[in-house]
């Protein structure tokens, strides 16, 4: 991966969104993946950009959707480093399913969601995240609805690596892409990044405190219970104008999908990908079987 950002990158100036893109590529050669190595899987909003601007295969899936795209492309082929990404709005609300669904099966990949509180490509819709009272064409006379707690509905649902990083702090999302790519499960990073262009008031812009650093939080990060008391702890914070990251969440024990799937033998070892591509396959391409019918 070639340090910088990619020059025809087409966020406005100061998006947090340049933030994650920067750490990711920052993070890829820590985890020794190569962009042949890696998927990037988008859904829709200016987040889903990123798989146009990372150099690893990408595909810019539609809105709410990448987590089902990427899950069957890590199923087929787990020798790739899969990535998924999308908004708030795409990831909690459009996709709230398939993020539930997702982690309670703990497929393994990284799940970033670029939370900025608005919808920002379609020009600053109230979004799942958006706190109580936000005034936004959508809501003229201000949310009467709570935000979605992410990283709770995350736990509850069963992800197995939970965290929460921001724009603002990159020496710290690097970090934490780092451990979430390298955890064998469903990863999941609360990414907190800035619309300085619909949403000025967000949070995203407040000096953060890492939950690790802080003489608030003693808790142990293996421990459910403590992580859900924690984690609700900073949501609420949150919307109080405090801004807390870190690892809240970390169960390295429980197998992936995949890995149960191949312990029972209902997967193969060997990648589906390459049985189909393999030229002493028993398996006939589509291609072929097409031109046998003619
Ligand atoms: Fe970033 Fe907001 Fe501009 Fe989208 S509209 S590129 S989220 S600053």
Same mark, same amino acid.
């Given at each position: 991966f070639t340090p910088g950002i990619e020059p025809q990158a087409t966020w406005c100036p100061g998006c947090g969104d340049f933030g994650v893109l920067k750490a990711l590529k920052q993070a890829m050669p820590e985890v020794g993946r190569t962009p042949d190595e890696t998927l990037l899987v988008t859904g829709i909003g200016c987040s889903g950009k990123l798989s146009s601007y990372f150099e690893s295969y990408g595909f810019h899936s539609i809105h709410g959707r990448s987590l089902p795209v990427a899950r069957a492309a890590k199923l087929a082929n787990p020798g790739l480093e899969v990535i998924a990404a999308g908004g708030d709005g795409d +990831?909690? +609300?459009?996709g709230g399913n398939h993020f539930m669904h997702t982690a309670r099966e703990n497929h393994d990949m990284t799940y970033i969601v670029f939370n900025n509180e608005i919808f920002g490509l379609t020009k600053g819709q109230t979004s799942p995240t958006s706190p109580k009272g936000h005034k936004s064409k959508t809501q003229p006379h201000g949310s009467a609805k709570d935000p979605v707690r992410p990283m709770s509905l995350s736990l509850a649902s069963g992800s197995s690596y939970i965290a929460r990083t921001a724009a603002v702090n990159p020496n710290q999302a690097k970090d934490i892409l780092i451990e979430a790519i390298e955890h064998d499960g469903f990863a999941h990073v609360d990414f907190l990044t800035q619309c300085p262009t619909w949403n000025k008031d967000a949070k995203q812009y407040v000096p953060y405190t890492d939950v690790q650093d802080s003489d608030d939080f003693d808790f142990d990060v293996t421990d459910r219970r403590e992580a859900a008391d924690a984690m609700y702890e900073a949501e609420s914070r949150l919307y109080e104008g405090e801004v807390l990251t870190g690892r809240f969440y970390v169960d390295s024990e429980r197998p992936s999908y995949g890995a149960e799937k191949r312990a029972t033998e209902e997967?193969? $070892? $060997?990648p589906l990908a390459e049985r189909y591509l393999s030229d002493d396959s028993e398996w006939e391409r589509s291609a072929d079987l097409l031109h046998h019918h003619r």
């Open positions: +990831g909690y +609300g459009i997967m193969p $070892e $060997e």
